[in-house]
């Protein structure tokens, strides 16, 4: 009969109780035992004590659709930019399938600021000053966005 050391017994009841203690007091995603917060589609923690609310990415590609259709109607009121990639109409951050920094090409903007700029709930800083062309109002609902921290649309012709 071999007999096991006391330092392999010590580390096996300490995993025994390790892994008694997690079943008994789950954490969530964001480290709350016994919460509620969870990974959504593109990959964040959401849900819970996070308040942040969860990624809808119907096609699968790890973005979230509501942050892709803003920067489609961005796209859509660029000068000569129809068949532009939408990962090349500025400079991008992602964090968890959203968009939470986006410098836009500031001299190919022209119109109004698309409505769809009240969904991009994750961002933080958002640049699409210079153009000169963009038109009519702000968004009223872009007050709504709580994570930004920077906001630069000086430069352009808002009412």
Known sequence: MKLISNSTYLTFISFLIFSFGCLRNPE???????????????GGCVG?????EACVDKDDDGFDDRDM??????RAIMLNAINMD???I?????RGGRLIYFEGIL?????????????LTHIEH????????????I???????????????DGNQHT
Not at 48 to 52: A, F, H, S, Y
Not at 90 to 94: C, I, K, M, P
Request: hydrophobic content about 35%.
């Open 28 to 42: 969530d995603c964001e480290g709350t035992k016994d919460g509620s917060a969870y990974i959504d589609e593109c």
């Open 48 to 52: 819970g004590i996070t308040n942040v």
């Open 69 to 74: 259709a803003f920067l489609q109607d961005l």
């Open 86 to 88: 939408l990962f090349n």
């Open 90 to 94: 500025g400079e991008e951050v992602w």
């Open 107 to 119: 001299d190919a903007l022209s119109g109004e600021i698309p409505e769809s700029i009240s969904d």
């Open 126 to 137: 958002l640049n699409i000053s210079g153009s000169s062309q963009l038109t009519g109002e």
């Open 139 to 153: 968004p009223s609902d872009i007050g709504n966005l709580k994570n930004l921290n920077l906001l630069a649309l």
